[in-house]
């Protein structure tokens, strides 16, 4: 039996009312070869990263699935409706299950400035955060650089502004600690992740065991 990879779910477009169908990847599918120290996963066959975020092929508006068909007010929804009409007349995306690199660039910032605009710092972090995974693929080391420094300005808002649970204060707090080793910021990364470890050392997450080395690894850096 060959395993299938990708399907096609239905999804209405809230900006622009397209009904359209998008390319989704089996969970079976997902396979993970290796992870960076900031759990940037490599993987082995389909890179699903690409195809995270869904895209309205009419306008491109683009969010991650879960918050796709979400309700905005009317002065988010003009902001959005301008976002999409001049990121359309930019850039072209193939939103095909043939999506490359070049497409996660495009997807990713049209994500990052969807949440940005949206006031959700959380998501925004998040898709920067990916956006600067596809640059490290992409070996574009000055905008990897440029997108991290834009996740972490979005976390550090998530942590003072927004009501986070425990996991989700966990993983903003090992990513202060880890962005920051990352810009070369040591101070401020040994900060984050110590804060992580008093307050959360006994929490038996990946986070905190990756916190913990880490910590020392940044302490030991000249
Ligand atoms: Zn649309």
């Not at 759990?39 to 491109?60: A, I, R, S």
């Not at 996740?151 to 649970?165: N, P, R, V």
Request: aromatic content about 12%; glycine content about 2%; charged content about 30%.
């Amino acid at each position: 039996m060959v395993l299938q990879t990708f399907w096609e779910q239905e999804f209405k477009c809230p900006i622009c009312g397209k009904v359209f169908h998008s390319v989704r990847v089996f969970s079976d599918a997902i396979k993970i070869k290796e992870r960076d120290s900031d759990l940037k996963p490599t993987y082995d066959g389909v890179n699903v990263m690409l195809f995270q975020p869904v895209t309205c092929p009419e306008c491109f508006y683009t969010a991650f699935e879960n918050d796709f068909e979400i309700s905005f007010s009317q002065r988010q929804k003009e902001m959005l409706v301008k976002l999409c009409e001049k990121l359309k007349s930019m850039l072209s995306i193939n939103l095909s299950k043939d999506r490359n690199l070049k497409d996660g660039v495009s997807i990713f910032t049209i994500t990052a400035a969807v949440y940005t605009i949206l006031e959700k710092h959380l998501r925004a972090a998040e898709a920067y955060l990916k956006l600067a995974w596809i640059f490290r693929d992409l070996k574009n080391h000055d905008e990897e650089a440029k997108a991290l420094s834009s996740a972490l300005k979005h976390f550090m808002e998530s942590y003072t502004k927004e009501e986070l649970s425990n996991d989700q204060q966990v993983m903003v707090l090992f990513y202060l600690g880890e962005l920051n080793a990352r810009l070369s910021n040591k101070k401020e990364a040994v900060r984050w992740f110590s804060t992580l470890i008093q307050k959360f050392g006994n929490n038996n997450s990946v986070y905190v065991k990756l916190a913990r080395k880490e910590w020392q690894e940044v302490t030991m850096r000249k």
